[in-house]
């Protein structure tokens, strides 16, 4: 039985100024809408991912405004 999304779906930010990490882990074919916004609520950045199984990417944002933030949404539409 897969896992809910919220079990495997983690952002965080990393040692390294600006820089965040999305990471998916024991996804069934899922695919995610990764939208970031800058501390205005500007939308920087949008795109979906397709996990099945492990994935992790590191987002340079040291070019964004203020503190981001990560919305990301599963195929269903709930929100992580």
């Known amino acids: 039985t897969p ?5 495997y779906v983690h952002v965080a930010k990393t040692s390294e100024e600006g820089k965040y990490l999305f990471a998916v882990s024991n996804a069934i074919d899922e695919s ?7 501390g205005s609520s500007n939308l920087v950045h949008d795109e979906v991912v397709k996990v099945n199984g492990s ?5 340079n ?3 964004v405004t203020g503190t981001p933030t990560f919305e990301i949404t599963d195929k269903t539409g709930k929100q992580r």
């Open 3 to 7: 896992q809910p999304a919220a079990n």
């Open 32 to 38: 995610f809408n990764v939208k970031i916004y800058d």
């Open 55 to 59: 994935y992790a990417l590191v987002y």
């Open 61 to 63: 944002l040291k070019q």
